[in-house]
């Protein structure tokens, strides 16, 4: 479902023309086809969303309100409590370790929070730096989560993927799984494996046929030996505990991920949004539906309309797919020796002959989360209507901030 530009730019501009910019929209109808697009991809498996790429709770609500999703994975201890107080979820997996300590300490101190939320592991050593905040027999059991490492590892030291957890081996996983469960104070209920390399990294990179090659021939023999690694890591695994989840995959490899026996559940929500670095993937390819908009300020020259703001950028390699685009009207581009700068961004093309003082171009971000970080509310588009809808920051959470 792609909506004609020229009708989703009217629609975006009168939605919001009492406005001023920046502005952020995201429009609903994409927003609800990418996500029934992920549940039919999903094959049945639940899909636990993804708070890091949302970062707005009424967007979170939305999506949790569909029968394919349950649960969030947060991305960090005090986001995750600050959900379950919320009434948002009752089922929240931390996707990384944590060492907050006034979080650590209020969610021993919470019942309910600690039934509701389960804290990402891979070495004994952050079960010792819980222990320090509040030692066992003073707190209910800390629910744990094994993250297995999901790189690939054809040979000697090279090493495919991200540098995420030292846990790659089922044997490894054994071993730790032992020493979890013996320890008073905590519970092992999962497993997670993140298999970046898949799930966050597109296999047709515009403009570069080679290295799209050299993407999915890595991803070819990559996924084959994570599906045999993690299923010996669960059967590992069940030797010492009952595991309630085993969590794979992204809004990248959702149907990949799936289709894996040893997994209970996937997790997305890059894909809602639809942001530009999945336009490099050939599985599949959400709608656009999170954008934002800049004012035309000035026009130094015939060919050139320069926008107020606009450096936005995503987080990552420091090179052009972590760059916004302008997307609407059609056929801008930068000015290569300026780019996106925090005050202003001059772009160029036949159209920008065409732009006027107080005229729009709308953007996409490279990312989907990440936007939020620059605008307190979303103005949720339903037909020819805007809602605002706070974000995190909006909220006054800057949880990575």
């Given at each position: 479902m792609r909506a004609d530009p020229t009708s989703l730019q009217r629609?975006?501009?009168?939605?919001?023309?009492?406005?001023?910019?920046?502005?952020?929209?995201?429009?609903?109808?994409?927003?609800?086809?990418?996500?029934?697009?992920?549940e039919a991809r999903a094959g049945g498996k639940p899909i636990r969303v993804a708070s890091k790429s949302v970062r707005c709770r009424p967007l979170l609500e939305r999506v949790l309100a569909r029968p394919g999703w349950h649960g969030v994975m947060a991305y960090s201890l005090p986001e995750a409590i600050w959900l379950v107080r919320a009434g948002v979820t009752d089922d929240v997996l931390v996707a990384y370790p944590t060492v907050n300590r006034t979080a650590i300490t209020e969610?021993?101190?919470?019942?309910?929070?600690?039934?509701?939320?389960?804290?990402?592991?891979?070495?004994?050593?952050?079960?010792?730096?819980?222990?320090?905040?509040?030692?066992?027999?003073?707190?209910?059991?800390?629910?744990?989560?094994?993250?297995?490492?999901?790189?690939?590892?054809?040979?000697?030291?090279?090493?495919?993927?991200?540098?995420?957890?030292?846990?790659?081996?089922?044997?490894?996983?054994?071993?730790?799984?032992?020493?979890?469960?013996?320890?008073?104070?905590?519970?092992?209920?999962?497993?997670?494996?993140?298999?970046?390399?898949?799930?966050?990294?597109?296999?047709?990179?515009?403009?570069?046929?080679?290295?799209?090659?050299?993407?999915?021939?890595?991803?070819?023999?990559?996924?084959?030996?994570?599906?045999?690694?993690?299923?010996?890591?669960?059967?590992?695994?069940?030797?010492?505990t009952d595991l309630e989840f085993v969590n794979g995959g992204g809004t990248g490899s959702v149907a990949a991920t799936s289709a894996d026996p040893a997994v209970t559940e996937v997790t997305a929500g890059s894909g809602l949004y639809g942001p530009t670095l999945f336009d490099s993937y050939r599985n599949w390819r959400p709608t656009p539906a999170a954008f934002f908009a800049l004012s035309v300020v000035r026009r130094p020259a015939p060919g050139i309309a320069t926008l107020h703001g606009g450096g936005w950028i995503a987080s990552g390699p420091a090179d052009q797919s972590r760059l916004p685009q302008p997307y609407l009207p059609a056929g801008l581009r930068f000015k290569p020796d300026e780019g996106p700068g925090e005050v202003q961004t001059p772009v160029l093309g036949r159209v920008a002959?065409?732009?006027?003082?107080?005229?729009?171009?709308w953007f996409r971000h490279a990312k989907a989360g990440e936007l939020c970080e620059h605008v307190n509310e979303l103005q949720l588009i339903d037909g020819g209507t805007a809602t605002p809808a706070p974000t995190y920051r909006g909220e006054g959470h800057a949880f990575l901030g």
């Open positions: 629609r975006l501009d009168e939605a919001t023309g009492h406005l001023e910019t920046p502005v952020a929209a995201v429009d609903l109808a994409a927003f609800d086809d990418n996500a029934a697009q992920l969610l021993a101190a919470d019942e309910k929070l600690s039934a509701a939320i389960s804290v990402m592991v891979d070495s004994v050593a952050h079960l010792d730096f819980i222990d320090r905040v509040v030692p066992p027999g003073n707190r209910p059991d800390v629910r744990l989560c094994l993250e297995l490492d999901s790189s690939w590892k054809p040979a000697g030291p090279l090493h495919v993927g991200v540098r995420r957890s030292p846990i790659h081996s089922a044997a490894q996983a054994s071993a730790l799984a032992r020493r979890l469960v013996a320890r008073p104070g905590f519970k092992l209920v999962g497993m997670m494996s993140y298999e970046a390399q898949i799930a966050g990294v597109g296999d047709a990179p515009p403009r570069q046929a080679l290295r799209g090659r050299a993407i999915r021939l890595m991803q070819a023999y990559s996924f084959p030996e994570l599906v045999r690694r993690r299923a010996e890591a669960v059967a590992a695994l069940s030797e010492h002959a065409t732009l006027r003082p107080g005229d729009r171009v």
